[in-house]
């Protein structure tokens, strides 16, 4: 479009500003701020996120770590026959598992079967030289039932441990069965020597007087086969009856005597018909009283001599005398609902001679001294007691104090709590006491009896109750005894004497929480 000349010659008009109108601000050009980039240490640091995440992280690494089977040494167990045995069985001794069975393959002759076993750690010390496994299963005979747990179950190995002091071993010969002596503890080993087996079998009991004191650990023959010999093991607690002139002969079996005035029909006990058996008696004691030795050999007869037991020795299995008791009578006060009653009682006793020893050993500053020693009886002011003497005809009635024990009360066990001496100033019949040369502060469990004299037909003696080491457990100033009590009560307050000076220890409480032995202090 052109312009005309009017156009081009009219003037241009400025635009109007207005100075009252706000004048718009000039905004800045933005500029970065620049920071140092953070690093992963120091968001470490920063967040408590991360410690907890590595806290569940160890944590979680510990339990893993405690969750993995801690192991002990592996050996390897070499059986005859498997009997069924399998990777995963267990490994028991005295009934808690002490390894598990890994593998079992065959030996490389295809003789016999070869187990590794891995023992647990705390049963590291089974590897030991002596030490004897085999396979328990089920067994059914005439002399008994064994291994019934496996016949639905599975089977496993027992262990009889050897000298836990002993040399280490990794390789070790399965028995083919449960050892004869498995639950024996060391007694004397001898060997009997017979013409023939005469029905004895492994396993067999070694009888005194009917009563077991051994049993047949294995039989072979001599080594010129002539004869056969048959090794036996007698219990340690019945060694004394084995002299050098014991005899023995052969139980098992029936025998029939037949006569004008009919049959005599001689049978010994059931187990001696079946598994065999063999008695032996001491005829007469030699002026030799060494003991007898393991290894020792004496000969087996197929009868017993008339004269061997018309003449038997009387042999005792102790050799100290026992000290003799009292029955003390009395009556304390007890509360049935509310309502007071007398209830009366009767325990052993013990009489014990005043003298400097006796309050050394018995007694504290604020105990007066010992003359006779009950349980369960209240302690406080004098009560009246009844003693009667079992070893003669004597009785009186008289006051006696009731005392603790224990100078520390605080400390003594629940067990022992209602403890008491009975104490006198003086105490004077005729009653058998005990003298404090007869009287010993043990300083750990050992074995020892319970003692208590009884009367038969106007005649007294002493009756004992054994009881070992294995048994008892040491609480500060009693003993725990592993010992059924429910027919224990006649023992009640009885003596304990150990076994290996004839000294009194203590003294025997049938509580009914358990047995226990408040030793001397």
Same mark, same amino acid.
């Given at each position: ?13 400025s ?5 009252s ?11 970065a ?22 806290a ?24 005859p ?26 030996? %490389? ?51 009889s ?5 002993g ?6 010969d399965?028995?083919?069965t ?18 023939a087996?005469h ?8 009888a005194?007087r ?13 080594p %010129? ?23 023995f002969w ?9 006569g ?25 004691v ?9 290894g ?25 005398n ?36 006796t ?19 209240e ?13 003669s ?38 009653f ?42 040491a ?11 429910s ?28 047995a ?6």
């Amino acid at each position: 479009m052109s312009l005309s000349k009017d156009d081009e010659a009219m003037p241009t008009e400025s635009p109007v500003t207005d100075s009252s109108a706000p004048v718009p601000a000039v905004t800045p050009f933005p500029v970065a701020e620049i920071r140092a980039a953070r690093t992963t240490y120091a968001l470490l640091l920063s967040s408590k996120m991360w410690w907890a995440t590595v806290a569940c992280l160890l944590i979680a690494c510990w339990l893993t770590w405690q969750a993995i089977p801690a192991n002990g040494p592996t050996i390897v167990i070499k059986f005859p026959d498997g009997h069924g045995l399998k990777s995963g069985d267990g490994v028991r001794h005295r009934g808690i598992n002490v390894g598990t069975v890994s593998e079992v393959v065959l030996s %490389d002759d295809l003789s016999q079967i070869s187990a590794s076993v891995t023992l647990t750690p705390e049963a590291a010390k089974l590897a030991r030289e002596g030490t004897r496994f085999w396979i328990v299963r089920p067994q059914l005979s005439l002399t008994g039932v064994s291994g019934l747990e496996t016949a639905v179950g599975a089977k496993y190995i027992a262990v009889s441990p050897g000298d836990p002091n002993g040399p280490a071993r990794k390789s070790f010969d399965g028995l083919a069965t449960v050892p004869p002596d498995e639950n024996s503890d060391n007694g004397i080993d001898i060997v009997l020597r017979s013409d023939a087996r005469h029905g004895v079998t492994v396993g067999s009991p070694l009888a005194w007087r009917g009563v077991d004191v051994g049993q047949t650990l294995s039989i072979h023959l001599s080594p %010129d086969a002539r004869f056969v010999d048959i090794h036996a093991r007698i219990q340690p607690e019945y060694s004394r009856l084995l002299q050098k002139t014991s005899q023995f002969w052969v139980t098992s079996g029936l025998g029939v005597e037949v006569g004008l005035s009919g049959f005599k029909l001689n049978s010994d006990s059931l187990s001696s018909i079946v598994r065999g058996g063999v008695s032996f008696a001491t005829p007469t004691v030699s002026d030799d009283r060494s003991p007898v030795q393991s290894g020792q050999m004496f000969m087996l007869h197929e009868k017993p001599d008339p004269a061997w037991l018309n003449s038997a020795a009387s042999l005792p299995l102790i050799d100290f005398n026992l000290p003799p008791t009292v029955m003390i009578y009395g009556a304390r006060k007890t509360s049935l609902l509310g309502i007071p009653r007398t209830q009366k009682f009767s325990m052993n006793g013990l009489v014990v001679q005043r003298d400097a020893t006796t309050l050394e050993l018995l007694t504290a500053s604020d105990v007066l001294p010992l003359d006779a020693v009950v349980a369960d009886v209240e302690s406080g002011s004098e009560a009246e007691f009844r003693l009667e003497s079992l070893a003669s005809d004597f009785a009186m009635t008289m006051s006696l104090q009731p005392k603790l024990g224990s100078t520390d009360t605080a400390e003594a066990p629940a067990a022992i709590d209602s403890y008491r001496w009975l104490v006198s100033p003086d105490l004077k019949g005729n009653f058998a006491a005990v003298a404090s040369a007869d009287l010993r502060v043990p300083t750990q469990p050992e074995d020892c009896c319970i003692c208590r004299s009884v009367r038969n037909e106007g005649i007294a003696t002493s009756v004992i109750q054994s009881i070992s080491r294995d048994q008892i457990t040491a609480n500060g100033i009693s003993w725990s005894v592993a010992i059924d009590t429910s027919d224990l009560a006649s023992w009640h307050g009885a003596p304990v004497v150990a076994m290996a000076d004839g000294k009194t220890i203590g003294v025997f409480l049938a509580a009914k929480s358990g047995a226990v032995i408040a030793i001397l202090q």
